[in-house]
Structure formats: structure tokens, C-alpha cells
């Protein structure tokens, strides 16, 4: 990537031979050397975002192993809803604390919330690996964790979105990437260690990997030097006074009375619902209705979250040409088309290919939509603020999709196609929102890139 591919947002300098050989000249060396420290600053603020997305969307997207373990062992008297309102709950708070920490972060408090995230994180997750009950997980799987997750993910779309200006979209989509791989790691990690060593000992190997991608986003992560210097006075706000001014300002007005950015909510909101009842249930799918062998159907939700990996990098590439919400509309489109399909599957074969597929274009919408709120909101300001109202959303979505669906199911598992129907419905509703948010920006105009 050249230079100026990166930017950091860094304060503007006089240009050359505009000023005499005084002191204020600025030196040739140094401003040199300024350029390759921005450039590596902005490198390192990806390296922590990717490990940032492991911790959080890589869990989330891993609960499904939770989810087969809770139904098939340990909560086995527990209903399919009842268990998945653990997950649910994990989601919600992650992205109500999203939406809620959006001002702190605006308020330049980034590492006490990532210092604030990790320790929650950390907790929640050895604790769950102690835990005998079915509140004992909602508090320490779904509550702990979920606050800490919320705490860590919105720096980082944020700061790659501050310090990346051309090929935005593919930095993101890098950055994304790790949801997936954290997901693919940590669930072969569960699924592995959990039949040998038990339940508990398989959630604390995956609290030390945890543990050991949580240091690098401590040590690299900053913001760009000019925004540290505009918000000099707001970083001198103790974090009571900067939460008692977001409780003020959680909602930006201008973003309520701007259509497209509430119909691309609206598109997300209703699309990661229908992805998120899919990746919850669909190791239990691949168990009771395919038919292949109970290893295989274990290994479900990892083969997507593998080919997720994939789906978030090369979207990503063909986003910065065409687009983020165009590809935002596809990928939403053809998820839930796909989601419909999986009733068809009924062999080792098709089930491969089917998650092989579903995993590329469903990670591929996940990696995008901060991309996709920069784009359409044609502006950088409150940026935090917007992801955050984006998360705080999409998580009272997260919230009840997934209780819906177990519901839908039933105790006895036989209501599959009420499920997976449920679940294609959003997706493709959150097509036809996202189309309609790009239409109220720009028009009918279908090789304009938005």
C-alpha cells in the first residue's frame, strides 16, 4: 500500500520552500521519518484491531460449540430457547456497551476501555469454566463477558476507519478477518480439549489464548496524533464525567434525521439477526437433520467461520471499487437465499459446500458494516458515536432473534423449517433496507460507488 494510502489523520505541515531557512523550516529528515512512523503507527492500529475482532466477534461467533454442549449435556433439562438466551444475552450487551461507550471513546478514554474489556472479558470466561448452573452462564457467559466485549470492539472499526483513507474498506475487512479466525480457533479449541479434558479445563485453555491476544491491542493501540491534539480539553475528562456526557449524547441528532444511515441500521439490525440464528444453531442443525456423522456436524460452525475468514477479505477488496453498501446488499441477499437451501442439505457433500458457501458470504457482511456507516454517512465526525448507535441496535436484535428461533424449534427439535425460514426472512429484509438506503443517497444509480 503507498503512503498515501495511509493516513493517520496527523497534522498538516508547511510545504516545501514556502518559508525561509529559519527554526520554524521543518526538517527534511524528520518529516521523513514522521511519514514511516505513520506509516507503521497505522499498521500497528490493524494488527490490534484484528486481534481486537479475535476477542470479540471471534467468541460470539464461537458460542454455537457452547450452544450443541449446553443442549446435549450440561443444561440438557433446559429448553433450546431458554439455552440460547445465554448467547443472546452475550450478544445484546456487546453491542448495547458499543453504543453506550461510543462518547467515552469520542473523549479520547480508549485504554481504560480496553484495559476495563479484557479484565471483564477474562473474568467472565474463567469463571463460566467453574460455573454448574444455568444462571451461573447468563451471568458470567452472557452478562461478564458481553460488557467486556462491548467495551473492546468499537475501537476497534473506529481507529482503522481514522487512520486508513483510500482502500478503507479492504483495511477493515482485514482487521475483520480475525472474527472469523478467532471463531475457527477457538471453536476447535472447545471442541477438541472438551471430550478429554472436560468442560472446564477446554474453557480456561481458551481463556489463556484469550489472555494472550488481548496484550498486543494494550501495547500498540493509539489514536492518530491530530485527533489526540483537537481533543486536548475532552481528554481531560475523568471517565465518570465522560459517561454522565455520553448519557447526555448517546444519540447523535444529526444521525436521526439522516435516512440512509437509518435505513443501513436498519438493514444490519435485521440482517445479523437472521446470520446469528443461523451461526447458533447450526451445529444442532448438521447433528439432527443431515444426517452425516456426529464428528462432522461438530465441526459445522468452524467450516464457516473458516470460509467467513475468506468471505471478509475479498469483499472487502472488491468493496473499495464498487462499494461497501453495494456489497453489503449482495452479501445479505445471497445469505439468506442460502439460508433457504440449507433444507436441502442432506449429505456430507452437500453439507460441506452449503457452509463453505453460507460462511463466505455471511462473513462478508459482518466484516463491512463500519465501512458501510463511513460510506453512506459521508463524514468521519462522531464516527464512534455512529458505530456505536449501529451496535446498540443491531443488539436488541441479537437479543430476541435467537430465543424467537428456539421457540420456533421447540423442545422436541422438529420445527427446523419455521427456523431456518425465520432466520433467511431477515436476511433478505436486510437486502432490501440496505438497497434502499444506497437508493436515498444516491439514487438509481447502479455504477456509483457508495
Known sequence: MQDQEIVSVEASHPPAGTTSRGKNTPDHDEENHHIHNSRTIAWLQLLGSFCLNVNTWGMLGSFGVYQ????????????????????????????LVSFIIGPIFDAGHLHSLL????????????MTSLCVSYWQVILAQGVAMGIGFGCLYLPAPALVSM???????????????????????????????EPRVGFAWATRTVGFILLATSIIPLLVMRFPASVKSESAATEKRTIAQSFVRCLQSLVEKGALHDTPFILLVVGALTTFMGIYVMLYYINLLATQRTGVSLELASQTLTIVNGASTF??????????YIGSVQILAMTALLSGMLAFTSLSVNSTATLIIWTIAFGSFSGAF????????VSISNTTDNIGRRIGMTLGAVGCGVLIAEPIAGAILGSRGNGWVGLISWSASLMMAGSVFTILARIKRVGIKPLQKI
Open 68 to 95: 450443541t454442549h449446553y443442549s446435549l449435556k450440561m443444561l440438557h433439562e433446559y429448553s433450546e430457547s431458554e439455552i440460547s438466551w445465554i448467547g443472546s444475552v452475550q450478544g445484546f450487551f456487546m453491542f
Open 115 to 126: 484495559r476495563v474489556g479484557t479484565l471483564l472479558s477474562l473474568l467472565g470466561l474463567f
Open 163 to 193: 487512520h486508513f483513507k483510500k482502500h478503507q474498506a479492504l483495511a477493515m475487512g482485514l482487521s475483520s478477518s480475525g472474527s472469523g479466525i478467532g471463531a475457527v480457533v477457538f471453536s476447535l479449541v472447545f471442541s477438541h480439549m
Open 366 to 373: 459482518m466484516g463491512l458494516p463500519a465501512a458501510g456507516i
Open 311 to 320: 468471505g471478509r477479505i475479498l469483499p472487502s477488496i472488491l468493496a473499495d
